[in-house]
């Protein structure tokens, strides 16, 4: 396949047809990145494994990421799956697949939300329970090669020792800091309640910890049990309090409003890290 950075080029499977090894031989300048040849050419490394994108380790799975990504995330959403829990992020998988990160209090609804973009009617892919605090590792989910979510311990109800949580701090300290293919942080906010001091640190560490403006969307939960005329305050009052750049979006694992919106929010940050 194309060696990327280099202007060379190589076929690894004989099976290739006559024709798109010639397309695969021609100079890196003469094949445009979105043209018909490189359509031809990932549906060819789709079937024919033994075709590796050589070059830079992160723009090879870049280059691998956008076509993994030619369907939206929403439409692929009944594929996403578990990957596994995860104490350290030394111990989580290391293909570089765009990530986004879910913050949120131990009862914000992230377990919930997960299973709503999910999408799935009869079999929930995030554990839920009614005592805060279930989510007590770093828990990977995946969409196929185009998308990862890491839900991260929450904060606040979660009825643990201050030796786990202070765990918790490290580990995700750790993972914010040293986690290559994270590209956005999905912060969860209850809608049921006014801004907060605890969430405020939170999004103040947040940023401080590098997250451009651009990479934060602030999701406000349960919206269902809210009025229309006070969820548009609320939502204002967030935005204002927490100095957001834009107003968060209004999600319900319920009706699950605010569905589409999320998942393209996601999508837009996950492209902008492919580029």
């Known amino acids: 396949c194309l060696a990327w950075g280099t202007g060379e080029a190589r076929v690894d499977a004989p099976v290739l047809d006559a024709g798109l090894a010639r397309e695969v031989a021609r100079p890196r300048h003469a094949v445009p990145m979105w043209g018909m040849a490189l359509l031809r050419l990932a549906s060819a490394v789709a079937a024919h494994p033994t075709l590796a994108l050589r070059g830079k380790p992160l723009a090879a799975a ?5 076509m993994a990504a030619a369907a939206s ?3 692929r959403a009944a594929a996403m799956e578990f990957v596994g829990s995860f104490r350290r992020h030394e111990d989580m998988p290391k293909a570089l697949v765009p990530e986004v990160a879910f913050f949120g209090r131990s009862n914000v609804g992230k377990s919930s939300a997960l299973n709503a973009l999910a999408g799935r009617a009869n079999k929930k892919i ?8 279930c989510t007590t590792a770093l828990n990977l989910y995946r969409v196929g090669d185009a998308c990862g979510i890491c839900d991260l311990p929450g904060y606040g109800y979660a009825k643990v020792s201050a030796e786990t949580q202070d765990a918790w701090g490290a580990a995700i300290t750790e993972y914010v800091a040293s986690r290559e293919q994270l590209c956005a942080a999905v912060v969860f906010l209850d809608g049921r309640h006014g801004p907060r001091e605890a969430d405020a640190n939170l999004l103040a560490w947040v940023r401080d910890m590098g997250v451009e403006e651009a990479d934060l969307v602030a999701v406000l939960t349960k919206a269902d049990t809210l009025k229309p005329k006070d969820l548009a305050r609320a939502r204002a009052e967030l935005r204002e309090a927490y100095a957001l750049a834009e107003a968060p979006l209004a999600f319900s694992s319920v009706t699950r409003e605010g569905r589409p919106q999320l998942w393209r929010a996601i999508e837009e940050r996950c492209r902008a890290w492919r580029r």
Not at 126 to 133: C, H, L, N
């Open 126 to 133: 995030a554990r839920v329970s009614k005592t805060p605090g």
């Open 62 to 66: 870049r280059a691998h990421a956008r």
């Open 73 to 75: 995330l929403e439409k």
